[in-house]
Every structure is written in structure tokens, then in C-alpha cells.
């Protein structure tokens, strides 16, 4: 959670990268919070409340083959996890256009298979990037794990398929936030017909028990 | 540090500070002990208990506001038997006192759990939430004739201070604390949040799911301080008052307005430790004034 100067709550952002001395995160610019966030300039302090909640449970990464799929700034926290995992897999990374995308970079150097999909084909293969879910699914089958972040469509889309093939997948989810510590009970989602809360239950669920 | 100077008497024993936490911002209380300096909290209180086990209104329960937010949360909680059996025990081991709040559909309700409260938990106070704006019934504290019957019922029914959480959405909230008052509370607490509402204008959705919610943070503590202005004028029973209060000065106000104690509650989501901030602000202000106790300023306005 990051206290924004000029809204008044704080912002729930996942971490995109950790290195020595360093957390970098990633967003894009919607409204009056991440506008002043960006206006922040060097030597600014910027309070941090966090890390808070669960991160991806990475024990399946280690047999199977992974893949990240990633929707918009839903990139960051997968950029987190592939630099915890020593073999690389593929990263399935859409948005509407190419103006849309993050860098992938870090992720190449990585060794990772970087796919880009774009609503209107400015970059990439034209189309969704649920369309690469499939394919990996096809290909592996229940040898595959899926990593996903990224729009609700997006996602509800990928446990569809998952959920068909029976492959394993957790889904890193967002939800507005008050206090990100589980106080105020306002982030909910539907996990197995029982509300949880995605700040301190989640943000990473079982893509198969979340009710769309 | 807290000092002793800002410490507080209410129903007989003495607060640290006059800092509460408002029902529903805090979880149950206890989930903030490695994070929050429970010293400086006067007392906490815990989210709403009800009966049965509520799970709540459906996602999207927040949206923020200008200096503040709208909530939709629907009194999500375990219910009372699990409340009794996995959340008390972790209560009774805080340094703070504890007020159970609860809330029912019926008088029969209250009194149940007041019964079963005051049986089973070492709790300081019970406090009756007669003012949740987020459940498909009218707000109690709309209908004199329940409000009257659940306070009187449980103040038979337990011999804890009763404490009656009014909502501001009512025509006169001075006549609504007397009521309370006569119809036997040891306190009455007030502002629960004002219904509001607040839509997307690109999906043209409402941005709750319950397309209203509460109203509560910064922007609501004039309107508040003006209701606990009045209430504390026209009852003799201690006020606790809030609504918005963020800073030590922010208190002091609700102080001079006539609050005995002051009620914390969407500055802990920014801050679950704001209340040591704001109990050194009072603090602060005590000894820049040169203020022997806290209640030689309570309700005492110069005009």
C-alpha cells in the first residue's frame, strides 16, 4: 500500500521487481492517485505499508512448465515471480495496443519465451492472449502451470480453459482496498461460495475456486 | 508516551486515552497487535457481532471519495458462537479495554447476545449498532418505537454499560439521544457514516454493488461534530463522538463539542497506528493550554 500524496487512501500496488536495495513497481496513469504518484520526483519519500497478503504459490513451478499470463500493468507481479524462478517458461502478454505494453526486457533476458498479443495487432499477434492460453494448454496439457494477472475477462477466460484441461493455475487478483491488512472487510471476492478478502487472503487465489 | 493527563473516566473506570476505535474499522480488535500501540487506545471496539454468521454484501464494497469513502460492507462477520469461542479469547489478552458491539434484527436479538456478551466475555461495555446504513431494513434508529424497546430490553438483560451507536440520518438527533438516554444506555455513540453515493461515469454503474453506501473520513466531520454538539447538549450520559477525526486537533474538537470520548475510525485503514499520533496531538494540546484533565474541556466551548 503506498500513501499517494493528495488522495486520501493509500494505493494497493503489487511489486514488479526486487533487487539489492531496490522495489520497483509498475502502473499505469488512470486517475488523481497514480497521476500524483508519477509527479513524484527523485528524493521524494513515498511511505510503504506492506509487503502484505500471499504471492504465488511457486512449489508447482519447479516440475511443470509455467506460464505467465499477463494482461495490462498485470505484468508486474509476474515480473516479480519469473525473477524468483530459475527455469524459464513462457509469458503469454496482451493488451488493446501496442501504447498498452510494459517492457518485457527483463523477462527476455531472463530466457523467457515472451508472446505478445494486442487487441488491434499494433504489435504482436493480433487477438486476445487467452488464444495462447489455449494453444499452451493443447500443447502441455495438466504438465503446465498457470501464473495469471490481468483483466477480469482475461482471467475468468483463462480458468475456463484451465478448468476444461485440468491444468493447475492461480490468478492474482484486484480489488479497491481500504486498509490492506484485512481490517475493513472491503476488498471481497468470491473464493468457493464464501467471501474472501483479496488483501489478506489473497491477492493470489486458485484460478479454480474463484467465482466469476 | 502517553501521559496520565489525557486519560479519561467512563463507567466507572479509566480509559489511557479517550481514543476508541470505531466499530467496523478495526477488525475485531486483536488482528492489529503487531502493528498499532494499543497503549494509546482508550478502548476498542470490535467490528458487529450479529446473531448468525453474515457474509456480507457482494463486491464492489468500497469506492473512494473526495477526502473520504463510501462503504458497502454489509456487517460481515462469524456470528455470534464463533465470535464467543475463537475471537473473545484473543480479545481478552489486549492491554484495552473492550466494547462488543452487536446488532440484530429484532429486540430479541440484542437482548441475546447482550445475555450471551455479558455472560461469556469480560467485555468493558456492549455497544448496540442501531445505525448500519448498508442492510436492506431501514436503519433502527429510524423507528423510535425499536430503538426504545431494544435499549430498555438489553439494559434489563446485562448489567454492562449500554451504549446506543445512533446514525445522524435522523430528524433530530438530539431527541434520538434522549431517547436513548431515558430508555436507559450508559452512552450514547454517534456519527455512524451518511448514506451516499457515488457512479462511474464511463460504465454509467453506480460504484458500489448496493448502489449506496456509507459515508465516512475527513470530509463528514463537520456534519458530525454538529450532531455530537447537539446530542451532548441534551443528555447527561457521557457522548462518544466521531466522524472524520484524522489528527490530534480533530479530537480536541469533538472534545469541546462535548465528546467525553472520541471514536477513531476510517484514519486507522490510511494508518492502523494513527491513534498514537493522534492521542500525542491531544496530548500536545493539553499541555500547550495548560489543561489539568480532559474533562475540564469537555463540552466546554467558549462563545
Known sequence: ?212 | MVKKNISVKIFGIELKTPLVTASGTFGYGYESRDLADYDSIGAVVTKTITLKQKSGNPPPRLAEVEAGMLNTIGLQNVGLDRFLDEKWPKLANLSAPVFVSVAGETPEDYIKMARAVSDKCSAAAIELNLSCPNLRKQIICQNNELVSQIVKGVREATKLPVIAKISPMVSDIAALAVLCEESGAGAVSLVNTFPGMAININTRKPKLSTITGGMSGPAIKPLALRCVYAASKAVKIPVIGGGGVVTGDDAVEFILAGATLVSVGTALFKDVNAIKDIASGIEAYVKKNNIASLSAITGNLSQ
Open chain 1, 1 to 212: 500500500m503506498l500513501n499517494v500524496p493528495g488522495v486520501f487512501l493509500r494505493r494497493p500496488l503489487s511489486v514488479y521487481s526486487v533487487k539489492k536495495g531496490e522495489v520497483s513497481f509498475l502502473y499505469r496513469v488512470i486517475g488523481k492517485g497514480t497521476k500524483n504518484l508519477s509527479q513524484l520526483k527523485k528524493g521524494e519519500v513515498l511511505k510503504v505499508f506492506g509487503p502484505l497478503g500471499n504471492g504465488y504459490d511457486l512449489s508447482s513451478a519447479r516440475k511443470k512448465c509455467v506460464v505467465l499470463l499477463a494482461g495490462g500493468t498485470g505484468l508486474a507481479s509476474l515480473n516479480c515471480a519469473a525473477e524468483k524462478l530459475s527455469v524459464p517458461g513462457i509469458v503469454l502478454y496482451g493488451a488493446k495496443t501496442k501504447n498498452d505494453l510494459a517492457s518485457t526486457d527483463n523477462l527476455k533476458k531472463l530466457g523467457w519465451d515472451v508472446r505478445i498479443y494486442t487487441d488491434n495487432g499494433s504489435k504482436g499477434k493480433k487477438g486476445y492472449v487467452t488464444e495462447g492460453i489455449e494453444a499452451a494448454v493443447k500443447k502441455h496439457g495438466s504438465n503446465c502451470v498457470i501464473y495469471a494477472c490481468g483483466p477480469h475477462l482475461m482471467l475468468k477466460t483463462a480458468a475456463t480453459i484451465a478448468i476444461k484441461a485440468g491444468v493447475e493455475g492461480y490468478a492474482s487478483l484486484e480489488e479497491m482496498m481500504a486498509c490492506g491488512m484485512g481490517n475493513c472487510q472491503g476488498c471481497a471476492v468470491e473464493i468457493s461460495g464464501e467471501y474472501k478478502m483479496v488483501c489478506s487472503d489473497g491477492p493470489v487465489f486458485d484460478i479454480r475456486q474463484i467465482e466469476w
